[in-house]
């Protein structure tokens, strides 16, 4: 059995690693379009050994297309996805705008892959946050071990979740740096080379940053509503990898050794015990890599049944494009079988 994809979005870093990973895991594809703005239209773009040409997505028919990944920003994204739907595919969607809507499905697969079943009253699924993603897949044993009363977690996340124009300031400011130029920001408020910005999104009224309050809303919705989210996200002047240093409460107690040992035989999750040569894990070491990769495990002595560690990893893939396509994966296996 084989299927009809469209990467919409394909030409933004989210929707090029789509391509890549639909490839690299031989995901059943009968044709592969690859959809974007009229800008990109008519660009070649690479799809394993061969070259596929962009088509533009104001034009395109969504007729006979079995599966959408999509991802070109939450305002398009709105105004597509449910075109999409309607035509009888099923949208596997990476921006933000859907994922609180109550009748759309919001997926890791690692965690809870049996809300994929409710696809079906919108024809959508929403991928989480990739700040979101990695934190609950480690979070999962854990809760299911000693039920998790509050997180604090602290993020440093790469500007590549910015997007490629956010990847170029980056780059283009810490040259300048170098050469006496003054920074000129664009896509940040602030300086982003050489530096940290304690802004991710827009300020709500609560005076947390939207991307604060996503991490909030859709580890209740993932895991358990009654889970207590403290984030505080910050952006760093890193190209690729997010870093989190996360701190939880239990109901039960539960060692940092039984934590390391559940970690050890969680799928999608690699431990780094500071016993080893490597004693942890840093973004630009876990660049291309699929798993969420935990070190510095440790217990909290401030607090009854605490536990802190450190997790990272690629944005670009578990934290978008991989856990986009694992649930495809999940859904033509249990759900579209033809």
């Known amino acids: 059995m084989s299927y009809k994809v469209a990467v919409v979005g394909a030409s933004g870093n989210v929707g090029r690693e789509m391509l890549n990973i639909l490839n690299e895991r031989g995901f059943p594809v009968s044709e592969v379009h690859a959809v974007a703005s009229s800008r990109s239209a008519g660009q070649e773009i690479s799809f394993g050994d061969n070259d596929i040409k962009i088509e533009d997505l104001a034009k395109f028919d969504f007729k006979g297309i079995d599966i959408v990944l999509s991802s070109p920003g939450a305002k398009i994204s709105a105004e ?75 993020t440093y996340q790469s500007v590549s979740g910015g997007g490629k124009d956010a990847m170029d300031e980056l780059f283009n400011q810490t040259r300048g740096v170098f050469m006496n130029a003054t920074p000129d920001p664009q896509k940040f408020k602030k300086q982003i080379a050489f530096n940290v910005i304690p802004q991710i999104d827009v300020f709500m009224d609560d005076r947390r940053t939207k991307e604060e309050w996503k991490m909030d809303v859709e580890t209740k919705k993932i895991l358990d509503p009654k889970i207590k989210v403290c984030a505080n996200c910050v952006r760093v002047p890193v190209f690729i990898g997010h870093a989190e240093m996360v701190n939880v409460e239990f109901e039960r107690e539960l060692s940092a050794l039984d934590a390391m040992a559940l970690l050890q035989k969680t799928r999608g999750v690699t431990v780094i015990d500071l016993e080893t040569d490597m004693e942890f894990v840093t973004p630009v070491e876990i660049q291309g890599e699929d798993n969420v990769f935990v070190s510095r495990l440790r217990d909290d002595p401030t607090v009854d049944n605490g536990l802190n560690f450190w997790c990272v990893a690629d944005n670009l893939r578990k934290g978008a494009a991989l856990n986009a396509v694992q649930i495809a994966e999940v859904l033509v296996r249990d759900y579209l079988k033809k």
């Open 80 to 154: 597509f996805a449910p075109k999409a739907a309607a035509a009888g595919a099923v949208v596997i969607d990476n921006t933000s705008h859907f994922r609180t809507d109550p009748d759309v499905p919001l997926v890791v697969p690692e965690v809870n892959p049996h809300a994929i079943a409710d696809y079906k009253k919108k024809g959508i699924i929403a991928n989480p946050n990739c700040s979101t993603i990695q934190m609950v897949v480690t979070l999962k044993p854990l809760h299911d071990a000693a039920k998790i009363k509050r997180v604090v977690v602290s």
